[in-house]
């Protein structure tokens, strides 16, 4: 009585679990999506993805800017205005100090167009200015305003044996944005991958669904047979109840399955950005695409396309910046030159009037008599660290040339494995249909019939993992390659960025 009433009160249970999870799936819209459907999904609508383009856009203005930095610059200088008002001491001609009150004005007003000479990290700029000063309490016959300014004048700074920050910007900050493309298409396809995984969660999921449903349909049907074999005389009395707690049993699997169901249509939707009252129908990618992968031709797209690629010179351009930048510090000059007109009148217009030349030559020098070794350090640490890189580079040049290598392999090896699981699969469920009907005309034993459906069982799951497997493996070597082998076409063309 004690196991009846225990298998009563767990079958309530069941049912209801059942009828909650069935409530809700009813409240639910049905979405039916393709495995490249949720894929172009996510890529359009996900958080990650989002924040992969932003990424991208932040490095686009970054390049932006530093082309920037090459153009002309016009810029407009002054101070509009500068007013004082206070009392000064002023030393009199026979020594004693007179305190006179104050009140003057200054404005200046400055045009400049800047330009970098990127081959020798110059700067050439061409520049007007114009001042005016009023002295509100002038002495006695002198004027209220004066002006001063220049017409126009042309100016020079130039550091000599200075390391150059525009030449070598110009090496590798190229090559941080092509760097920053490639990995916004490898970012992408990571996307796919990690979409790939949820995808197959939830169909593997709902295969397990799919199959709790039917071995629970299976199982009651059973237990009717058995129940009246039992009244017949048949079945004993401990078989039938076995076969209850199968049914119960199976009841319990259906509403764990149910659950597991939920749970990861709730990670999918969260992730491709979906209403969380959306009820997926995915369906199974069972067609495999028909490509062969060349371990030589992947490992050459991966050289080609990744941003590996382009990492590896960057961090060797990077390196040699260093050094040139050590051996720039050991001593600085600095040469400054302008030439122009200058003037000065009481009238604005009188400036521009037979102006007087103005003319500045500078050298500037800064160079270490005893500095107790930190230049030769310097320079031995930047060669070191080149060395260091050098080494670095060659050293993960071998490793993504390995990593191409062992991915390929894998694929292969995935594929012809699915192809199997596929055919065991087909033969699993077959061999159950059989046994199934051989136990309702009586000549298969319960056990093995129970053996068949476990076996078809266990192949259905291993032919939806080995799915997953070969799917996620696809979009790892695309991601590897930023290469379509089905379509046959690049995932990065530089001539269309």
Not at 38 to 57: C, G, M
Not at 151 to 176: G, M, T
């Amino acid at each position: 009585m004690k196991i009846r009433r225990l298998l009563f009160l767990q079958s309530l249970f069941t049912l209801f679990i059942l009828e909650g999870a069935s409530n809700y799936a009813q409240a639910q819209e049905t979405k039916t999506f393709t495995l490249e459907e949720v894929v172009q999904h996510a890529k359009d609508n996900s958080a990650y993805a989002l924040r992969v383009k932003t990424i991208k856009e932040n490095s686009y203005w970054q390049y932006r800017l530093f082309k920037s930095e090459y153009n002309p610059q016009l810029r407009l200088n002054g101070t509009i205005p500068q007013y004082s008002q206070s009392y000064s001491q002023i030393t009199q001609p026979d020594g004693s100090i007179e305190f006179i009150e104050v009140k003057q004005n200054l404005m200046d007003l400055g045009l400049g167009l800047q330009q970098v000479i990127g081959a020798t990290g110059g700067t050439i700029s061409v520049n007007t200015s114009t001042n005016r000063f009023d002295n509100f309490r002038p002495f006695p016959g002198e004027p209220q305003t004066r002006y001063s300014g220049v017409p126009v004048s042309v100016a020079l700074q130039q550091p000599i044996f200075a390391y150059n920050r525009f030449k070598w910007d110009k090496k590798i900050e190229p090559l941080l944005y092509e760097e920053s493309k490639r990995e916004y298409v490898a970012e992408m396809e990571g996307v796919s991958v990690y979409v790939t995984q949820l995808y197959f969660d939830y169909l593997i999921a709902q295969v397990n669904a799919e199959i709790a449903t039917t071995n629970q349909k299976n199982t009651e049907d059973i237990f009717s047979i058995e129940k009246k074999r039992n009244e017949m005389g048949v079945t004993p009395e401990d078989e039938l109840l076995q076969i209850e707690l199968q049914v119960l049993n199976a009841q319990q699997a259906r509403a764990e399955a149910q659950l597991s169901l939920e749970k990861t249509a709730f990670a999918m939707n969260s992730f491709i950005g979906l209403n969380q009252s959306s009820k997926l129908n995915l369906v199974s990618p069972v067609d495999i695409p028909d490509f062969e992968v060349d371990v030589d031709r992947a490992i050459e797209l991966a050289f080609q396309n990744r941003a590996e690629a382009i990492g590896f010179a960057r961090q060797k351009t990077v390196a040699e910046s260093q050094v040139a930048q050590a051996k720039g510090g050991r001593f600085q000059v600095l040469l400054n030159a302008r030439y122009g007109y200058n003037n000065a009148a009481l009238n604005f217009s009188d400036i521009y009037q037979d102006p007087n030349t103005q003319a500045l030559v500078s050298i500037g020098l800064s160079v270490p008599i005893l500095d107790w070794g930190r230049n030769k350090a310097r320079m031995s640490m930047a060669m070191a660290n080149q060395e260091l890189v050098e080494y670095t580079v060659d050293q993960e040049l071998i490793n993504f040339q390995q990593e191409v290598f062992t991915q390929v392999k894998t694929f292969i090896m995935i594929k012809d494995r699915l192809l199997v699981s596929k055919v065991s699969d087909e033969v699993a469920q077959r061999r159950y249909d059989i046994a199934l009907k051989r136990y309702q005309t009586g000549n298969v034993t319960i056990t093995n019939l129970n053996i068949a459906q476990n076996e078809k069982d266990s192949n259905k799951r291993a032919f939806y993992t080995s799915l997953k497997e070969f799917w996620v493996a696809y979009y790892e070597l695309r991601s590897l390659t930023l290469y379509d082998f089905e379509k046959e076409e690049l995932l990065y063309r530089p001539e269309l960025e």
